[in-house]
C-alpha cells in the first residue's frame, strides 16, 4: 500500500519569537523545499484530490506522491511560500482560521505572537483562484475537544460557512487545531459536509487511513533538506511505539479535558 506524506507547515518567515520560532520555516529553506521535491520526481496534490484518488484505485495516484499543507493562514504565506509554489506548479492545501482573518494571530499570545499578521480576504480570493486548496480550521482555534458540544460545532460550522461565502466555491477538508480531536469531534466535521480532516500525529498515511484522522509530518524551522529527505522516506512506526504514543495522548487528552472542565467549574463559581 502506497504511503503518502503529508508534510504540515505553519509560518514561512525569518522572524518569530523564542517560543515560536520551530513553526516558522524561513522563505529561503521553504524554497529549497520545493526544489527538492521537484528535482527527486515527487508530485504534489491537495488533500482533496488524495481523497478522490482513494475512491478510484491506488493507480490512480502519482508514483510519488506527496501533500504540502500549511496551518492558521498567516500573511507570510502569500509573501514568502505562495510565489515559490506557482513557480513549481506546486498545488497545496492552507488550513484558515477564519476569526482572524485581516487581522493578527490574537491566539498567539502567550507564544508572544499576538501580532503576527494573517492573511486578507482579498489575497485568500487570489489564492484560491490559483488553484491553491483552501480549507476550514475552526473559527477561533481552539483545542475542539475540550469544549461543550454546540461551541465546538460552532467552531466547525462557522468556519466553513464563512470560507465558502467568502471563496465562492466548496470547503471539503478541514485541520483540527493543535491536531486534537475525538470520536465525538470527527463525528461534528463529518456531519458539517467535510470529507476530510488532517491530524498531526508525525506518521505517514495511506490509503487505508481514516480520511477524517490523515496523519501529517511537522516541519519545523530546523528542517533542512537531508531532514526532509528522511521525512519523506519515514517508515511507520513499530506496533509498540504507536501504542506507547496512543497511551500518552490519550493521558495527555484526558489532562487537557480535565483541565478545561475545572476551568468552566470555576467560571460557574465566579
Not at 504540502?68 to 509573501?79: K, N, P, S, V
Not at 463529518?190 to 487505508?208: L, P
Request: aromatic share 10%; hydrophobic share 40%.
Amino acid at each position: 500500500m502506497k504511503k503518502v506524506p503529508i508534510l504540515m507547515y505553519h509560518s514561512i518567515s525569518d522572524h518569530a519569537t523564542p517560543k515560536y520560532k520551530p513553526f516558522a520555516v524561513s522563505p529561503a529553506l521553504f524554497a529549497e523545499h520545493m526544489a527538492y521535491l521537484c528535482q527527486h520526481k515527487y508530485t504534489p496534490i491537495t488533500v482533496t484530490q488524495f481523497i478522490n484518488t482513494r475512491v478510484k484505485s491506488s493507480s490512480a495516484l502519482p508514483e510519488r506522491p506527496v501533500i504540502i499543507t500549511f496551518d492558521d493562514g498567516f500573511a507570510d504565506f502569500f509573501t514568502g511560500a505562495f510565489p515559490v509554489l506557482l513557480r513549481f506548479g506546486f498545488p497545496a492545501t492552507l488550513y484558515i482560521t477564519t476569526a482572524f482573518i485581516n487581522g493578527t494571530s490574537r491566539w498567539l499570545r502567550r507564544e508572544g505572537e499576538a501580532a503576527r499578521p494573517m492573511l486578507t480576504w482579498n489575497q485568500l480570493t487570489e489564492i484560491s483562484a490559483s488553484g491553491i486548496e483552501c480549507g476550514g480550521h475552526s473559527h477561533c482555534h481552539p483545542q475542539l475537544d475540550t469544549l461543550p458540544l454546540a461551541q465546538a460545532q460552532e467552531e466547525i460550522v462557522y468556519c466553513k460557512n464563512l470560507l465558502e461565502d467568502h471563496l465562492g466555491q466548496e470547503v471539503s477538508t478541514y485541520a483540527y487545531p493543535y491536531g486534537y480531536h475525538s470520536a465525538v469531534i470527527k463525528r461534528l466535521v463529518r456531519e458539517a459536509g467535510y470529507t476530510s480532516a488532517c491530524t498531526v500525529k508525525n506518521e505517514m498515511s495511506s490509503e487505508a487511513t481514516d480520511p477524517l484522522a490523515l496523519k501529517r509530518l511537522t516541519v519545523s524551522s530546523d528542517t533542512n533538506v537531508d531532514a526532509l529527505a528522511t521525512l519523506l522516506a519515514r517508515r511507520s512506526p513499530s506496533a509498540v511505539a504507536r501504542m506507547y504514543a496512543g497511551i500518552m495522548a490519550a493521558a495527555w487528552q484526558l489532562a487537557r479535558r480535565g483541565s478545561a472542565s475545572m476551568r468552566r467549574y470555576q467560571g460557574v463559581l465566579h
